[in-house]
């Protein structure tokens, strides 16, 4: 017997799921700027050549593998779970953000580092030579040609880390994943919950990449 989509249960909880896009675009934003920035400095620590901070290069790179090979939801679990038994107990969006800002910061650091081992060395020497500093020389020559020619690259790993966020449902974060899990177990609409989450997750994506396609050039790393 052929089933009839339904999807007036489903729209009349319009406002539960306008607060779970909100919450999503929340953590992305909150995690894409505090990722990027823990990736470029683990990025310069892992470029460095100073000898005194070769333990800043071990610890980053220990931290780099250690995210980038375990999967998301051990990471979260482990904030969320874990961490109480050592008395540090988080609230579940900030266990999310946390989450999320560690891997975005771990993906994003090797990003980074690939651009800023392209830079060419006489590039460095030139600015060098002009009495700039180690710090003035990565900020304003290195690093924005450096997140110019891996800005796509970026841009995809955080479009990632906002998909991977519907995890963040499973210990009760009220994103987009978690409303959908709420309304399709109330309507007992799952089929119709479902088609219109992916529906607004792969607008939420395209959207969100060509914001950051347009925002990177502009204010970012300049024309």
Not at 9 to 14: C, E, G, P, R, S
Not at 152 to 181: D, F, H, K, R
Not at 211 to 216: A, D, I, K, Q, R
């Amino acid at each position: 017997m052929a089933t009839t989509l339904d999807f007036s249960l489903l729209l009349a909880q319009w406002p539960f799921l306008l607060r779970g896009v909100a919450w999503t675009l929340g953590l992305t934003a909150i995690a894409m700027a505090l990722g990027l920035v823990v990736g470029v400095a683990c990025a310069w620590a892992r470029t460095t050549s100073a000898r005194g901070l070769l333990w800043l290069r071990a610890v980053t790179g220990a931290y780099v593998e250690l995210i980038r090979n375990t999967p998301f939801i051990v990471q979260l679990f482990f904030i969320f779970f874990g961490l109480p038994s050592v008395g540090l107990r988080l609230s579940p969006e900030a266990a999310s953000i946390l989450a999320m800002v560690l891997n975005l910061g771990a993906y994003s650091a090797e990003i980074i580092r690939a651009g800023v081992q392209a830079t060419p060395r006489g590039q460095i020497e030139a600015a060098l030579s002009l009495a700039l500093n180690r710090w003035q020389v990565y900020t304003r020559v290195v690093l924005p040609p450096a997140l110019k020619r891996v800005w796509p690259a970026l841009v995809s790993q955080i479009i990632i880390v906002m998909l991977g966020s519907a995890v963040c449902g499973q210990i009760s974060t009220e994103e987009l994943s978690y409303a959908a899990n709420v309304i399709s177990a109330a309507s007992f609409r799952t089929f119709e919950s479902y088609i219109v989450v992916t529906a607004v997750y792969l607008l939420l994506a395209i959207a969100l990449r060509r914001l950051l396609h347009w925002v990177g050039p502009r204010f970012i790393f300049g024309r």
